[in-house]
Nanobody, 126 residues
Framework: VQLQASGGGLAQAGGSLRLSCAASGDIFSNWHIGWFRQAPGQEREFVAAISWRNNKKIYADSMKDRFAISRDNTKNTVYLQMNGLKPEDTAVYYC????????????????????WGQGTQVTVSS
């Protein structure tokens, strides 16, 4: 599977953006699709993830009130709706998948995700 992230750009503080992560190839039911982000000079951090099997979702605490992850099975695409953007949301956003043959709990750790897209830049101006 390959992942293609898109939808980044420039937004003003308080604005919104919707990121898309399109997967080429099959996504299997036990997989999780996630978003991470990396700001300049900082480590990559978890944003959100969704289960392809049952649509369960998980968020980083600092973003759960403003961001929403969703999926469209017909398009093999996962979305990240970002509202109430803040300058500190400026980062490169990566989509990724955690592949597994069996059901697994969600993970916040990037080392447990094994396929990564190329990233899309989000810049929020104050």
């Amino acid at each position: 599977v390959q992942l293609q992230a898109s939808g980044g750009g420039l937004a003003q503080a308080g604005g919104s953006l919707r990121l898309s992560c399109a997967a080429s190839g099959d996504i299997f039911s036990n997989w999780h699709i996630g978003w991470f982000r990396q700001a300049p000079g900082q480590e990559r951090e978890f944003v959100a993830a969704i289960s392809w099997r049952n649509n369960k979702k998980i968020y980083a605490d600092s973003m759960k009130d403003r961001f929403a992850i969703s999926r469209d099975n017909t398009k093999n695409t996962v979305y990240l709706q970002m509202n109430g953007l803040k300058p500190e949301d400026t980062a490169v956003y990566y989509c990724t998948t955690r592949r597994s043959r069996v059901a697994t709990p969600f993970s916040f750790f990037e080392s447990e995700y094994d396929v990564w897209g190329q990233g899309t830049q989000v810049t929020v101006s104050s």
